[in-house]
Structure formats: structure tokens, C-alpha cells
């Protein structure tokens, strides 16, 4: 199966900085721009997608729903399931304070708005409300995003080098990892894949006592990408569809101090959320249970599979779990 090339219209990161708001891909996908960078996903990527099958093997990239109670998130909660009966014979169950971002999720164009700028594409504020349509979670669920998922083994590289992750410090890591990691496995990133990066970081924290899981949550201190220009530019210049990682937020927790968005993300104290999400248009996926497949990759050195990703079809949801699947 050839390999569809990058989109030829269009434009290169560095020429996003011009855009209004800088860095952002508002209006480059014209005909289903409420979709952002998962239209990187096409049916050409579907099919080459499909030529990474050969086993059989399932894999489910999500953590149970409960899985982090309590969630790092100090704001949500685990939810609490209650099973129903209304005579012997029959039974329902319900969902109490079900948070659909406590656990592996899936970050819709909703979750952050561009400071001074609103909501992705423009968006009007009004148009965000419960039930109203505009970028719900819903429009990745009325057309899954399916892709050719590549795993980056972060943690494999790391190891390998003798600088293992300190998880309980919550080290910064810096764009060039990817591409290192990538080398390291023998594979590259195509344009309209699917990137998994495993670090370790959500398994070693459900394995982590309740000390150590009290002390980082306390902290909101977590493992993830340093807040720069870089990971921007990776993102849409590999023209990735969804960039799903096992930590936290993606980025560095707490936020670093010569972060580049200190004055255009106050309100997040310079966090990437708004850049990533409000205005460049990536599906953001966290604290995903990447250690199964992970363990096939290392085991028969296969480092692709299809990937379908199917968040609840919630009629303006902000987020939701990714119902995430890996087929090889």
C-alpha cells in the first residue's frame, strides 16, 4: 500500500506563527474544520492503516473508568456505579459523578479557549454550551478518527541510555526524544498517523503507594512534554492526527519556568493546553494504557498497528474516554 504524502496545502508551522492568533490553523481545514488536525486522517490513511494488520492481536488503550480514584485532577472524581433493578429478574446500572476526563481521555476542541482570541476556529462563546454542536467531542465520534497508530517508546529509549525516568520528579522532556526514539525503533511518523508516546508514567502511578500517589497528585506534579515552540511545530509539520500520550497532561506539570506561553496562556500559567488545543486543533489523548502494546512492540519489534479511536457520542462534550483500540 503506498504511503499518502503530506497535504501539499498545507502551510508549514512557521508560517502558523502569522496566522491570528499566532500559531494557530484556524480556516486551514475548510471543509471540516471542526474536526482540526484529526482531518490529517483521510481515507487514504485508513487504508494504508489497514496494511499494518497481520496477527489478529486486540489491544485496548484505555484504563478502567475508576482506574485513578482519586483522579490527579483535583476538580474530578472516580465515578461511582450503581447497579439498578426494578423487579428480581432485570437489572440497569448508573454512572454518579462521572467525569469524562478522570481517566484515559480524549481532549475535544471545547477543553481550552485561546486567551484574548476564543475558542478554536473562532467559535463564538455562545455557541459552547451544553447541547449545542459546535466542536463537541461528538464530531470524532459521528466519524471515528482511524489511523495508523506508531507507538514512541520513551521510556525504552531513556533506559537504554542510562537516564531511566524519575517518575515522582516529573521530568521535562524535550521534543528531540521523538525523533530519537524513532530512530532507536526503526520506524517514522507519516502524515495523518496516530502518535502513541510511552513513558511509563500512568503505570508506574497506579503501581505507586498511596504515599507517593498522594504526594504527586498534592504537587500536580507530573512527567510530560517542556512547554516550547517545538512541540507545536512537530505536531503539525509531521501533520499528526491525534497525539495521545500515558501522562498526565501531555506537558510538563508544573509548568516550566521559561515557558514561551507565560503571557499568552495566563489563566493557565503558561501552560501549552490553549496552543495545542484552542488554536493549532490537536486532539490531545492522556493518561492512555499504552503497556500492553508497548510489550508486544518491544517483544516482536513491530511499532504500528490500526488505531480507532471512538469518543462518547455526547452532543457537545468537552472530552471524553477514547474507547481507544489497537489491531495488529
Known sequence: M?????KADVPAYAQLRGHVPPGSSW??????????????AGPQQVLNALATVDRGEVFSLDHAL???DPPMARARKAPHHELLSSHPEARDDVLREFYLQATSQVDGLRHRRASGHGFYNGVADDDIRPGTEALGVQRWAEKPIVGRGVVIDIEGLLA??????????????????????????????????????HTGWARWYLDADLDVRGEVRAARRATGFRQS????????DHQVALFATDTFAVEVLPVVPDSPYLDTAPEDAGMMHQELIAKLGAPLGELWNLTDLVADSRRTGRWDALVVVKPLHLVGGVGSPPNATAVR
Open 66 to 68: 475508576d482506574a485513578f
Open 229 to 236: 515552540l517545538d512541540l507545536p511545530a512537530w505536531l503539525w
Open 160 to 197: 537504554d541510555d542510562g537516564r531511566p525516568l524519575d517518575h515522582r520528579v516529573g521530568p521535562a522532556l524535550d521534543v528531540d526524544v521523538l525523533d530519537r526514539a524513532l530512530r532507536r525503533q526503526g520506524e517514522q511518523v507519516h502524515p495523518g498517523d496516530v502518535v502513541l508516546v
Open 27 to 40: 480556516e486551514v481545514f475548510a471543509e471540516d474544520p471542526e474536526r482540526g488536525m484529526a482531518n490529517f
Open 2 to 6: 503506498a504511503e499518502a504524502g503530506p
